[in-house]
Nanobody, 118 residues
């Protein structure tokens, strides 16, 4: 059974920083693209950032220059460094990964809440 476990969310003041972590566990043959999505109250889930197994990154315009995604292929982990946080970054952040246990499919973490407020 493949699982994605996230950590690192919490309450932070505007302008502050947080680092989210997500690690995949279970019987894994190969990990493809990994990424972060978020869902604010009353809104649809949206892409924040993705990174391919080769290290190519992609960011939503709203977080460019403030967030940095990285991954550790040896640990099957992905990270999101969030700087200069704004109240509009408040959301539940979900880790996503394409993982092969025979065939490639998408997996989601349980979500970690981030609240940016003074």
């Amino acid at each position: 059974q493949v699982q994605l476990v996230e950590s690192g969310g919490g309450l932070v003041q505007p302008g502050g920083s947080l680092r989210l972590s997500c690690a995949a566990s279970g019987i894994i043959f190969r990990v493809g693209a990994m990424g972060w999505y978020r869902q604010a109250p009353g809104k649809q889930r949206e892409l924040v950032s993705t990174v391919t197994s080769g290290g190519i990154t992609n960011y939503a315009d709203s977080v460019k220059g403030r967030f940095t995604i990285s991954r550790d292929n040896a640990k099957n982990a992905v990270y999101l460094q969030m700087n200069s946080l704004k109240p509009e970054d408040t959301a539940v952040y979900y880790c996503n990964a394409y993982i092969s246990v025979g065939s490639m499919r998408s997996y989601w973490g349980q979500g970690t809440p981030v609240t940016v407020s003074s």
